[in-house]
């Protein structure tokens, strides 16, 4: 049977010290052994922060470094295609942050060495807030919220906390909503997160998204949308918390940049290759005459 959408309320009052607020908590991209000129040195501006040492590897790697500060690298001594991973968890995103690196700067390093992003993990933490965990799974359980998540859990921690599932952790996107006081071991304070997690094309997607603006404003619209659409609920701290301009993610995008990518990655280096084996120089100065009418004929053809 169809779930009737329920009315979201506009004039309810919320806690009155609500705060929020947005960070990454995760990220986990793989980068290509030859970056090209635009890469960026993950390596040397780790070593800068902090000591390396060898680790037990994982993920079908046979390599792998730690950073006195958390971040892991991975990679694999004979199979190059497979790039170097890079694993940054949220205690290592943090000290990065207040050593100068925050969030938006090392996504734009990403999409600069033309990453592949595997996994985000986005955060908002509502401080003094009066929904809990239990109140969103019992709203979920009787169908008392809009959007498109069919499925929803709800685990006791063993730290005593309870965490509510929307969305399923085999799919590409879910998020959580839990007693982070709670995980942290902090009594007499009200500190709960919700954290949206982005898999595969929409942890890329929303990376090359982030990248392109110049403010957090974009992440925190898109966090929204994303959240609102899976399941949005009528509480007073949860409105107040995600009111305002929203945004989702548009995975056809994810092609057009995968054109781009194929041309940087596939065809330079094909070219490169075919004027070093024979000698022709000249294939550049026709290349650039072809590609300027060509894009003549595109002009003409929106005109």
Same mark, same amino acid.
């Given at each position: 049977?169809?779930?009737?959408?329920?009315?979201?309320? &506009?004039?309810?009052?919320?806690?009155?010290?609500?705060?929020? #607020?947005?960070?990454?908590?995760?990220?986990?991209?793989?980068?290509?052994?030859?970056?090209?000129? +635009?890469?960026?040195?993950?390596?040397?501006?780790?070593?800068?922060?902090?000591?390396?040492?060898?680790?037990?590897? $994982? !993920?079908?790697? +046979?390599?792998?470094?730690?950073?006195?500060?958390?971040?892991?690298?991975?990679?694999?001594?004979?199979?190059?295609? $497979?790039?170097? !991973?890079?694993?940054?968890?949220?205690?290592?995103?943090?000290?990065?942050?207040? =050593?100068?690196?925050?969030?938006?700067?090392?996504?734009?390093?990403? @999409?600069?060495?033309?990453?592949?992003?595997?996994? *985000?993990? *986005?955060?908002?933490?509502?401080? +003094? #807030?009066?929904?809990?965990?239990?109140?969103?799974?019992?709203?979920?359980?009787?169908?008392?919220?809009? #959007?498109?998540? !069919?499925?929803?859990?709800?685990?006791?921690?063993?730290?005593? #906390?309870? @965490?509510?599932?929307?969305? &399923?952790?085999?799919?590409?996107?879910?998020?959580?909503?839990?007693?982070? =006081?709670?995980?942290?071991?902090?009594?007499?304070?009200?500190?709960?997160?919700?954290?949206?997690?982005?898999?595969?094309?929409?942890?890329?997607?929303?990376?090359?998204?982030?990248?392109?603006?110049?403010?957090?404003?974009?992440?925190?619209?898109?966090?929204?949308?994303?959240?609102?659409? $899976?399941?949005?609920?009528?509480? &007073?701290?949860?409105?107040?918390?995600?009111?305002?301009?929203?945004?989702?993610?548009?995975?056809?995008?994810?092609?057009?940049?995968?054109?781009?990518?194929?041309?940087? /990655?596939?065809?330079?280096?094909?070219?490169?290759?075919?004027?070093?084996? @024979?000698?022709?120089?000249?294939?550049?100065?026709?290349? /650039?005459?072809?590609?300027? +009418?060509?894009?003549?004929?595109?002009?003409?053809?929106?005109?």
């Amino acid at each position: 049977m169809r779930r009737k959408k329920i009315k979201i309320a &506009s004039d309810l009052q919320p806690s009155p010290n609500l705060e929020t #607020g947005l960070s990454i908590d995760w990220l986990a991209f793989t980068i290509k052994r030859t970056g090209g000129q +635009n890469a960026f040195n993950f390596v040397a501006a780790f070593d800068d922060l902090g000591i390396r040492k060898e680790v037990k590897s $994982m !993920h079908g790697y +046979n390599r792998a470094y730690r950073w006195s500060f958390g971040a892991l690298m991975l990679w694999h001594d004979s199979k190059e295609a $497979m790039g170097v !991973h890079f694993i940054l968890s949220g205690s290592c995103l943090r000290f990065l942050h207040n =050593a100068g690196f925050d969030g938006l700067f090392l996504i734009k390093r990403c @999409t600069s060495s033309f990453a592949k992003v595997t996994m *985000i993990h *986005i955060a908002m933490d509502v401080i +003094n #807030g009066n929904f809990t965990p239990n109140d969103m799974y019992l709203m979920m359980k009787a169908k008392q919220y809009n #959007g498109t998540a !069919h499925t929803g859990s709800r685990i006791e921690n063993l730290y005593g #906390g309870e @965490t509510c599932y929307v969305g &399923s952790w085999h799919s590409l996107r879910f998020y959580r909503f839990y007693d982070k =006081a709670a995980e942290q071991m902090i009594e007499g304070f009200n500190w709960k997160r919700i954290e949206l997690v982005l898999k595969s094309d929409y942890a890329q997607e929303f990376a090359y998204r982030f990248a392109g603006d110049e403010t957090i404003s974009k992440a925190v619209e898109i966090f929204k949308g994303t959240v609102r659409k $899976m399941a949005d609920f009528n509480n &007073s701290d949860w409105i107040a918390a995600l009111t305002g301009e929203t945004d989702t993610l548009k995975l056809p995008q994810h092609k057009e940049r995968k054109t781009r990518e194929w041309l940087l /990655a596939q065809v330079v280096p094909a070219m490169a290759r075919y004027v070093f084996e @024979t000698g022709d120089e000249k294939l550049l100065a026709d290349f /650039a005459a072809e590609y300027e +009418n060509a894009y003549q004929k595109v002009v003409d053809n929106v005109r």
